[in-house]
């Protein structure tokens, strides 16, 4: 569905505004023009406000909460009563709901008991991934540049979520922040886990927050994929450092596992020959080195570390450039992968 789509499912539950309220905000009540309750997961309270007719303020359905910012329309409300994640979920619920006779109390509480995926879970992960949008034209991509990370193509395993929910701790109140989303897939590429990375509004940098990444999801073993492993590929930490990598690796595959631990334990695809691992320079880094070449060896697999000359990747190539990046590199490398896989200056 595109947006103009969405926007005009939004247009129509607007027109029935009250209605929506009455069935997925039960919780609340009229108040003059505006459906007050607690919160757009329906909580008891007054914070929240549905403008229910259309004013010079606003369509009707768009709808605040005054105690966290948070605002939005009534698929956005669709979505937070039923738990869904996955958007042709949501567009479904809004279809059914406007076409068909609305159910009783008691038929809402079954359904909002048999649509959520639990939190953190694999299909949770699923879900996320699937409502997400390309990168291309997206803040992603506006923060990846501003890490210096242009070369995009293969890709795929990244998306864009624009009103991504983030949760500091479970007496918190939930903000809503554009979001990185990343696939962790195991070795036949189905999707495991997720990783979100929150960006602020412009796509400048990461959000503001305390916790600007969090994963989610079944991780252990498996990693976010560039490209498609034949008997080359490097494996390390995090998803700028990689991509970082790949501006004078563009075709080699690479697997960011997300952490140290999870990079240790990274899984070896049948055809590995030669593994390189791109560590962080850290204690963390050093470990999951070891423990990778111990097991890469240990499979036959050729283990070779690739070292930043600073922190990472990412930051060898912001402060000391590409050429540095590509020369630091280079004298790492097997030379036949020079050869097979490096870009050379032009």
Known sequence: MSRRD??????????????????????????GNYWQVGDVRNSAGRSMFVRLKDSPKGPAGKWTDAATGEH???????????????????????????SLPHPEPEQIARRRNATPAPAGSTEAARRLFAMSQPIAGSLVET????????????????????????????????????????????????????????????????????????????????????????????????????????????????????????????????????????????????????SLIERANADGIEAIPLSPALGDFNEDLRTLGIGALRAGIRVQLAPQDVAGFMVLAT
């Open 72 to 98: 939005g329309d009534l698929l956005d409300v669709i979505r937070e009563t039923l738990g869904l994640i996955d958007f042709a979920n949501i567009v479904e619920e809004a279809r059914t709901f406007l």
């Open 143 to 290: 923060y990846l540049r501003t890490r210096g990370i242009t070369a995009l193509h293969g890709t795929a395993s990244l998306r864009f979520h624009p009103r991504c929910y983030y949760r500091p701790d479970e007496h918190s109140p939930t903000e809503i922040w554009p979001a990185m989303i990343a696939a962790v897939t195991d070795l036949g590429g189905r999707i495991t886990g997720a990783h979100r990375t929150w960006l602020a509004p412009d796509g400048s940098r990461k959000a503001p927050i305390d916790t600007q990444r969090k994963a989610m999801g079944d991780l252990l073993g498996h990693a976010v994929r560039f490209g498609t492993p034949g008997d080359v590929m490097a494996a390390g930490e995090g998803i700028e450092t990689m991509l970082s990598l790949r501006q004078v690796l563009p075709e080699m595959p690479m697997a960011p596992a997300l952490s140290a631990a999870h990079l240790a334990a990274i899984l070896f695809p049948v055809t590995l020959r030669r593994l390189y691992i791109v560590r962080d320079n850290d204690p963390a880094g050093d470990g999951a080195r070891d």
């Open 6 to 31: 969405a926007s005009d499912l939004a247009h129509r539950l607007g027109r029935q505004a009250e209605a929506v309220c009455r069935h997925y905000l039960s919780n609340g009540r009229r108040q």
